[in-house]
């Protein structure tokens, strides 16, 4: 992917990017553990049983610069699937983040990454097994988001977001046009807080749904 467009992509929230995409994308759910910001990369993708991480000691060998590891773990917090070595190597590798839909643990040090982003559904003092067996490179489905290898990985405070690669260019223009409607909706809020034209416009979009026994007739 051009280099303009990752740096396009670091200035966009997941909010947006969402919104933009009918809300029907993007992980939720899951607890950050590093300095914050917006992070983007592509998809690495794992596929371990719950409790072992043999799997992504495989990732590691492939993983490029740029890399978002995302791994599918089971959803479940006994075992650590990542640590503070593991971090600081993929740190060292140039990877961006990693994502685990599962336990991590060492959190203070991962807290103090500078590089490198983190996400995970859990925290335990308990290490994994190394025995397999998992995948690499395989579609995986983290809180219900199929991730694909290769995806562009979009993560802020908010959440992740993930969508091909293909359709990166046309995530920025959509989200560049949300961007332009919501300065428009912040300028009127700002000058004329009363006259709320954009909230009467989303109830008459939406139709007579909202019932208010207290409303007075016209």
């Known amino acids: 992917m051009e280099q303009l467009l990752l740096d396009?992509?670091?200035s966009m929230a997941t909010s947006l990017i969402s919104d933009t995409r009918q809300r029907l994308t993007g992980i939720v759910g899951l607890e950050r553990f590093d300095r914050g910001g917006v992070v983007v990369g592509?998809?690495?993708?794992?596929?371990?049983?719950?409790?072992?991480?043999?799997?992504?000691?495989?990732?590691?060998?492939?993983?490029?610069?740029?890399?978002?590891?995302?791994?599918?773990?089971?959803?479940?917090?006994?075992?650590?699937i990542v640590g503070g070595l593991i971090a600081l190597q993929l740190e060292k590798l140039g990877c961006v983040g990693v994502?685990?839909?599962?336990?991590?643990r060492d959190t203070d040090e991962l807290k103090r990454s500078e590089t490198l982003?983190?996400?995970?559904?859990?925290?335990?003092?308990?290490?994994?097994?190394?025995?397999?067996?998992?995948?690499?490179?395989?579609?995986?489905?983290?809180?219900?988001?199929?991730?694909?290898?290769?995806?562009?990985?979009?993560?802020?405070?908010?959440g992740i977001v993930t969508f091909p690669p293909e359709e990166a260019s046309a995530v920025v223009?959509?989200?560049e046009e949300r961007r332009r409607v919501?300065?428009?909706?912040?300028?009127?809020i700002n000058t004329a807080p009363r006259e709320m034209t954009?909230?009467?416009?989303?109830?008459?979009?939406?139709?007579?749904?909202?019932?208010?026994?207290f409303e007075k007739s016209c």
């Open 99 to 104: 994502i685990v839909d599962g336990a991590v």
């Open 117 to 158: 982003a983190c996400f995970a559904k859990a925290v335990s003092h308990k290490g994994p097994f190394k025995t397999g067996p998992g995948m690499v490179n395989v579609p995986v489905s983290i809180c219900g988001q199929i991730v694909n290898p290769g995806d562009v990985v979009v993560a802020d405070d908010d």
């Open 173 to 175: 223009a959509a989200v």
């Open 42 to 80: 592509r998809a690495l993708t794992v596929k371990t049983r719950a409790t072992d991480n043999l799997a992504v000691y495989k990732a590691m060998i492939q993983a490029q610069p740029g890399d978002f590891l995302v791994i599918e773990a089971g959803g479940e917090g006994g075992n650590a």
């Open 8 to 10: 396009t992509l670091r």
């Open 182 to 188: 919501e300065a428009g909706i912040m300028s009127e």
């Open 198 to 213: 954009w909230v009467k416009r989303i109830l008459e979009t939406a139709g007579e749904t909202i019932s208010d026994p």
